[in-house]
């Protein structure tokens, strides 16, 4: 299984408009943070999570050459307002469509920002966006693997945990993206993983969203063998990573690929 770290940033992105902070400032290119995203490969299959406003460029600076699925973990806007950029991967399959899981928020979402994608085919002109929507079960079992899911709170809406195994090799990887708690079913379900990327938003706590250290108390309950902290605004330099993780994970950023 390949992860590839689209982007690890927050809705305002690092560096940030109007802001001529240290990090906003930095030099070192892991601290050019674009809005979070996750392109997964899972025994060939290429599943797409959450398509940010910075999607096309991410998808150009990544030479991703097609997309099987695509998963919504919420209808926040850094989140969703890619989608249509989803088009030209809608054209590159034989019925134009692109299958779309989400959960009922995001549906809603999806449904009010692209009413033309949903359209019946031969209603969407050649070259627009067409999506297959579908409600994310707990359990999807694909031929190349298993994608469970459950909902994480943030804030007034929920976000979509992912769990992926892969077929064969039995690699688990675990995406809990902008989320303030990891209940304990959630912890079960990713208790293990191979790879956790984990919500770490800040050093100090937020009302929606893991703080950095409220991140390293889940990873340490799960135990993975390998833990990465995603969504990080501009309070976090790259190169404070030593200060805030003491060792206990990594952060993520832009561009970061991992085998597993």
């Known amino acids: 299984m390949e992860i590839i770290v689209l982007g690890s940033g927050t809705s305002h992105g690092v560096p940030m408009i109007a802001c001529d902070c240290a990090v906003c400032r930095s030099s070192d290119p892991r601290d050019h943070r674009t809005r979070a995203s996750v392109h997964v490969v899972m025994n060939g299959l290429r599943i797409q999570i959450d398509a940010a406003p910075e999607f096309r460029v991410q998808m150009l600076r990544e030479s991703i050459p097609s997309i099987d699925l695509f ?24 019925d134009g469509t692109l299958p779309v899981y989400c959960h009922e ?29 579908r409600r994310l079960p707990a359990r999807l079992e694909l031929p190349e693997g298993v994608i469970e899911s459950l909902l994480l709170p943030h804030g007034r809406i929920d976000t979509l945990g992912l769990v992926f195994t892969e077929a064969g090799s039995g690699r688990r990887f675990a995406y809990y993206t902008d989320c303030k708690t990891v209940p304990p079913a959630a912890r079960d379900l990713a208790r293990g993983v191979d790879l956790l990327l984990l919500d770490g938003l800040r050093p100090s706590p937020h009302p929606t969203h893991l703080s950095i250290p409220e991140a390293l108390a ?43």
């Open 71 to 94: 998963i919504l973990t919420h209808g926040h806007a850094d989140h969703i307002l890619g989608m249509d950029d989803l088009r030209r991967y809608c054209d590159l399959r034989d």
């Open 218 to 260: 889940v990873a340490a309950d799960l135990a993975p063998r390998q833990t990465f902290i995603t969504h990080l605004n501009h309070a976090v330099a790259h190169c404070d990573e030593h200060i805030h993780l003491n060792n206990a994970g990594s952060f993520a950023y832009d561009g970061l690929k991992i085998m597993l």
């Open 105 to 133: 928020d995001g549906e809603e979402r999806v449904r009010a920002i692209y009413p033309y994608a949903l359209k019946p085919r031969g209603e969407v002109p050649d070259g627009y966006a067409r999506f297959d929507l």
